[in-house]
């Protein structure tokens, strides 16, 4: 099969084409003959190496996995012996533990799902870590409650707006300029420019921090006095990356009336059955920047890291 491959951590360009042994789905495991594969922040970190610590995690010297991608949207080929909630045919989307920048791909049935019918492999392999994590760190929110997303042009951001939206709540969205359109499109009741607006003082109710890496005083600043703030993630540098500030949230959190916590998350076959509900419902619909073709992954992720996408960039296999 083709595999978008690497052998060592870098820029894009350590990634190749290769041809590789399809792998084999034993246990609780499915083979997908991938139609699709979702590009995300953390395609990045897994193949930079960075910050540091991914590599605790996934490979000190090299990566451990070396094909490239987590989400995956595509057809059932196999099933492992103890499967039976997925069967050969079936179309499924979610997540795969071999690399999904490929023509197959293993995964685990707890991390995989029947696709949303009304959506393209392309749309659906754009939802599973990225709306999987807003879904997350929404939990909780409460019908009329003022929301404020970070970054809501962002993967992560762009499903937070209309979960938010879905889940009853006045919804702010902060973006940059060329994207105040697409955050109302997605349903955002206001879009604040961050290169322009200040943040109100004691506004919100709850804030998904998904980029900007602001203070976590000026966080605190836009909150009302017993409102809860859930850091997801910024692209920053040093050892830890965003860690440091979801570390320093969580030792202040315990000793003012507000709630700060960091979220890391969890790829969960019932979060993505939860969302294709609400896409199913209508209410919530993936935002595509564009699609690439498989030999064009490394272009795909300087995109990601320095084009600015609106929403979420794809690779069609
Ligand atoms: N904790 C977890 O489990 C988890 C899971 C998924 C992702 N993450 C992390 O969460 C972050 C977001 O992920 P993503 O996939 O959504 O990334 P993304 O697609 O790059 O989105 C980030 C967004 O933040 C915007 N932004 C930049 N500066 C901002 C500012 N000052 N104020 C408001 N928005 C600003 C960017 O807009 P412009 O491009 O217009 O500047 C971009 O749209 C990443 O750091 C990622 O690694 C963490």
């Known amino acids: 099969m083709r595999a978008v491959v690497q052998d060592r951590y870098g820029p894009p360009e350590v990634l190749r084409v290769a041809e590789l042994e399809p792998p084999v789905a034993g246990g609780n495991q499915v083979l997908v003959r991938v139609r699709a594969a979702g590009v995300d922040q953390g395609t990045w970190h ?13 490979g000190l010297r090299r990566p451990k996995v070396p094909v490239s991608g987590r ?44 696709k949303p019918a ?7 392999a754009a939802v599973p870590i990225s709306a999987g994590t807003a879904l997350q760190g929404l939990r909780g929110i409460q019908p009329g409650e003022r929301v404020l997303v970070l970054g809501a042009a962002g993967g992560v951001g762009s499903y937070a707006v209309q979960l938010a939206k ?26 604040l420019d961050y290169t322009r607006d200040e943040l109100p003082t004691a506004a919100y109710d709850f804030i998904l921090d998904t980029g900007g890496n602001r203070s976590l005083r000026s966080l605190r600043r836009a909150l009302k006095p017993k409102g809860r703030v859930v850091i997801i993630g910024s692209e920053t540098s040093g050892p830890l990356g965003g860690m440091s500030r979801i570390l320093r949230a969580a030792l202040i959190s ?36 564009r699609t690439y073709p498989l030999e064009e992954a490394a ?18 296999i």
Do not use: W
Not at 50 to 56: F, G, K, S, T
């Open 46 to 58: 897994l193949m930079a190496g960075q910050p540091r610590i991914v590599r605790l995690g996934f």
């Open 71 to 114: 989400d995956v949207a595509g057809v059932v080929e196999a099933v492992g012996a103890g499967v039976t909630s997925l069967r050969v045919g079936d179309e499924v989307f979610g997540t795969c533990e071999t690399g999904s920048f490929a023509e197959y791909a293993v995964g685990r049935v707890s991390r995989l799902t029947r």
């Open 118 to 124: 009304n959506l393209t492999f392309e749309q659906a």
């Open 166 to 191: 879905a889940f009853g709540a006045h919804v702010t969205g902060v973006c940059s300029t060329p994207k105040l359109d697409l955050v109302r499109e997605l349903g955002a009741d206001e879009a």
């Open 254 to 289: 315990p000793f003012i009336g507000q709630q700060l916590r960091g979220l890391i998350s969890s790829e969960r076959a019932e979060d993505y059955a939860e969302l294709r509900d609400l896409i199913e419902a209508g209410q919530v619909t993936p935002a595509i920047d």
């Open 299 to 316: 272009a795909a992720i300087h995109h990601l890291r320095d084009g600015h996408p609106r929403g979420k960039l794809v690779i069609t």
